[in-house]
């Protein structure tokens, strides 16, 4: 069992810190751990141990924050406890989230902010307008790089009747990336909806997807084709989510992504979400199975999680199987390769910090395609990626403040391009030269059409307590503000509800009798609206 390093994590029993192993074992990647008081835990890390370590080869030590809300020594930091930021925190925030509300107009069993956690949890939690501008203007105060994408998060934000005006704010506040977590449906009952959330400064819409069957997208299934041609109306992106869980849509993976690809011209992006166990999936009950059609045998819940526990590379090599090799599990990278181009960024503008990806490599990953007449082509089978990113390191040790330096850096560019890039493999539309040579310019538009030509497919796989890595919740990169000014990562937040989540919805909600009595309304009516 070779040892791949040591970290901490969670007993999943009590929550307590407990030190672990990351091992390799049977070519897969497990984590080992033992609780004085609950015994020994072993679980699935990466199921490709092979992969594990090339995803290592693209981290990174990002540059953290030099006004974090808490400051304490690390030596001393009971990491994840007292997530604020704190001085241990070794990445800034690259997309803020604002969890608008915990109401919602649907009751996924799979969801860790579902209504059965409201009404166990006994609060309604809406922030007024004034806590979020305060949130808001907290991720803008981070330095060394001020947070500029927001996404506006639940429960279901569309029902908050303030909601455009929110996002007109964040608009209006310098954020330049402005994301709608949502699942779509009130895109399909109100066909102006999206027009206007486009106008008021929404970039994308970050839409729940679980497939393309009913069977395995009962949420929004029906909607879909409205909130499609809705959108396309309004001219207003799309992002597919889907919460990937084993044995239950694994089997339409490669559907997803053509139907994202066949829609290419709405459809922006495909994130898949391997599902985290926490919330109402952590105890999903025997009755649900049922009614999913799993009538087999009562299974506990540390047999019902290993069953339908899914990672990075597993998504990977089902696509690859699925694709019939068209999507190679190798054309994927983790997500914190792009580092390389966001130092060019930074060198161009004359050190100037930008965004950095510096979360864990193994945090998340991702791949662009393209289409090119009917085929579907993965960026891997035209450009060596890896000599990409070579190439940018260089680049960006080179003189970019003067019209000189940038000149030989432009040339030196596409000098290195020719010798990395197949063009004759290339789709017709593909110009990676001209978007980096816009980077270079200064040109803040320079790879949106480059993003725009293509589509990307990404996974960031969120921790639970039996896969959690302290290691890497300290360099998330996704974080939720609060209404107390802290800004907190998202697998604190979420896989340690009782300290965060349902605490902070407790301390700034409202009893959900006084909120009902309040309002005149009952939590259940949104679900009458659909």
């Given at each position: 069992?070779?040892?791949?390093?040591?970290?901490?994590s969670?007993c999943?029993k009590?929550?307590?810190?407990?030190?672990?192993?990351?091992?390799?074992?049977?070519?897969?990647?497990w984590?080992?751990?033992?609780?004085?008081?609950?015994?020994n835990?072993?679980?699935?890390?990466?199921s490709?141990?092979k992969?594990?370590?090339?995803?290592?080869?693209?981290?990174?030590?990002?540059?953290?924050?030099?006004?974090?809300a808490?400051?304490i020594d690390?030596a001393k930091?009971?990491?994840?406890?007292n997530?604020?930021?704190?001085?241990?925190?070794?990445?800034?925030?690259?997309?803020?989230?604002?969890?608008?509300t915990?109401r919602?107009?649907?009751?996924?069993?799979?969801?860790?902010?579902?209504?059965?956690n409201i009404?166990?949890?006994?609060?309604?939690?809406?922030?007024?307008?004034?806590?979020?501008?305060?949130?808001?203007?907290?991720?803008?105060?981070?330095?060394?790089?001020?947070?500029?994408?927001?996404?506006?998060?639940?429960?279901?934000?569309?029902?908050?009747?303030?909601?455009?005006?929110?996002?007109?704010?964040?608009?209006?506040?310098?954020?330049?990336?402005?994301?709608?977590?949502?699942n779509?449906?009130?895109?399909?009952?109100?066909?102006?909806?999206?027009?206007?959330?486009?106008?008021?400064?929404?970039?994308?819409?970050?839409?729940?997807?679980?497939?393309?069957?009913?069977?395995?997208?009962?949420?929004?299934h029906?909607?879909?084709?409205?909130?499609?041609?809705?959108?396309?109306?309004?001219?207003?992106?799309?992002?597919?989510?889907?919460?990937?869980?084993?044995?239950?849509?694994?089997?339409?993976?490669?559907?997803i992504?053509?139907?994202?690809?066949?829609?290419?011209?709405?459809?922006?992006?495909?994130?898949?979400q391997?599902?985290?166990f926490?919330?109402?999936?952590?105890s999903?009950?025997?009755?649900?199975?049922?009614?999913?059609?799993?009538?087999?045998?009562?299974?506990?819940?540390?047999?019902?999680?290993?069953?339908?526990?899914?990672?990075?590379?597993?998504?990977?090599?089902?696509?690859?199987?699925?694709?019939?090799?068209?999507?190679?599990?190798?054309?994927?990278?983790?997500?914190?390769?792009?580092?390389?181009?966001?130092?060019?960024?930074?060198?161009?503008?004359g050190?100037?910090?930008?965004?950095?990806?510096?979360?864990?490599?193994?945090?998340?990953?991702?791949?662009?395609?393209f289409?090119?007449?009917?085929?579907i082509?993965?960026?891997?089978?035209?450009?060596?990626?890896?000599a990409f990113?070579?190439?940018?390191?260089e680049?960006?040790?080179?003189?970019?403040?003067?019209?000189?330096?940038?000149?030989k850096a432009?040339?030196?560019?596409?000098?290195?391009?020719?010798?990395?890039?197949?063009?004759?493999?290339?789709?017709?539309?593909?110009?990676?030269?001209?978007?980096?040579?816009?980077v270079?310019?200064?040109?803040?538009?320079?790879?949106?059409?480059?993003h725009?030509?293509?589509?990307?497919?990404?996974?960031?796989?969120f921790?639970?307590p039996?896969?959690?890595?302290?290691?890497?919740?300290?360099?998330?990169?996704?974080?939720?503000?609060?209404?107390?000014?802290?800004?907190?990562p998202?697998?604190?937040?979420?896989?340690?509800?009782?300290?965060?989540?349902?605490?902070?919805?407790?301390?700034?909600?409202?009893?959900?009798?006084?909120w009902?009595?309040?309002?005149?309304?009952?939590?259940?009516?949104?679900l009458?609206?659909?």
């Amino acid at each position: 069992m070779p040892l791949l390093r040591m970290t901490r994590s969670l007993c999943p029993k009590c929550l307590k810190i407990i030190n672990a192993s990351v091992i390799e074992e049977g070519g897969k990647v497990w984590l080992d751990k033992s609780c004085d008081a609950h015994g020994n835990f072993r679980e699935l890390y990466w199921s490709d141990a092979k992969e594990y370590l090339r995803a290592s080869a693209h981290a990174y030590e990002g540059k953290g924050v030099s006004n974090p809300a808490i400051k304490i020594d690390s030596a001393k930091v009971a990491c994840p406890y007292n997530c604020g930021l704190c001085t241990a925190h070794k990445s800034h925030t690259i997309l803020g989230n604002i969890f608008v509300t915990n109401r919602c107009n649907k009751r996924c069993w799979y969801c860790f902010a579902g209504i059965d956690n409201i009404k166990k949890n006994g609060f309604v939690y809406e922030p007024s307008f004034e806590q979020i501008t305060a949130m808001l203007q907290t991720l803008r105060n981070e330095q060394p790089v001020p947070t500029d994408a927001v996404q506006f998060t639940g429960g279901e934000p569309t029902i908050r009747d303030d909601m455009l005006d929110i996002v007109k704010k964040s608009a209006s506040m310098g954020f330049k990336h402005i994301q709608l977590n949502t699942n779509g449906i009130m895109f399909a009952l109100e066909p102006d909806l999206p027009r206007k959330y486009r106008e008021a400064g929404v970039n994308i819409v970050y839409m729940s997807f679980d497939g393309i069957s009913e069977k395995t997208n009962p949420k929004n299934h029906k909607y879909i084709p409205q909130i499609m041609e809705n959108c396309r109306k309004a001219g207003l992106p799309l992002t597919l989510v889907p919460t990937l869980i084993n044995t239950v849509n694994d089997n339409e993976i490669w559907k997803i992504v053509k139907f994202a690809a066949d829609n290419n011209d709405i459809i922006r992006s495909v994130n898949f979400q391997p599902v985290s166990f926490v919330g109402t999936m952590n105890s999903s009950s025997d009755e649900e199975e049922r009614k999913r059609g799993n009538s087999g045998s009562r299974l506990s819940n540390e047999e019902r999680r290993k069953r339908q526990r899914i990672t990075i590379t597993d998504l990977e090599k089902k696509l690859e199987e699925q694709s019939n090799g068209t999507i190679p599990a190798s054309s994927f990278y983790p997500a914190s390769c792009v580092v390389p181009v966001s130092k060019l960024a930074s060198k161009a503008l004359g050190g100037v910090p930008v965004p950095e990806f510096t979360c864990d490599p193994h945090c998340g990953a991702a791949t662009y395609i393209f289409k090119d007449g009917d085929r579907i082509i993965p960026i891997t089978s035209f450009v060596d990626v890896d000599a990409f990113f070579r190439l940018m390191n260089e680049i960006s040790a080179e003189d970019l403040e003067t019209t000189i330096g940038k000149t030989k850096a432009i040339a030196r560019l596409y000098l290195g391009l020719g010798k990395i890039v197949k063009k004759e493999s290339a789709p017709k539309n593909f110009d990676l030269a001209g978007a980096l040579t816009g980077v270079i310019m200064k040109k803040n538009d320079a790879l949106v059409k480059f993003h725009w030509d293509s589509l990307m497919i990404g996974a960031m796989h969120f921790m639970d307590p039996y896969n959690y890595d302290v290691d890497r919740v300290q360099r998330c990169v996704i974080h939720y503000a609060v209404p107390d000014g802290r800004i907190i990562p998202f697998c604190a937040f979420n896989a340690l509800p009782g300290i965060y989540r349902e605490k902070i919805n407790k301390e700034f909600g409202t009893p959900i009798s006084d909120w009902e009595k309040t309002t005149g309304k009952k939590l259940d009516d949104d679900l009458k609206r659909i």
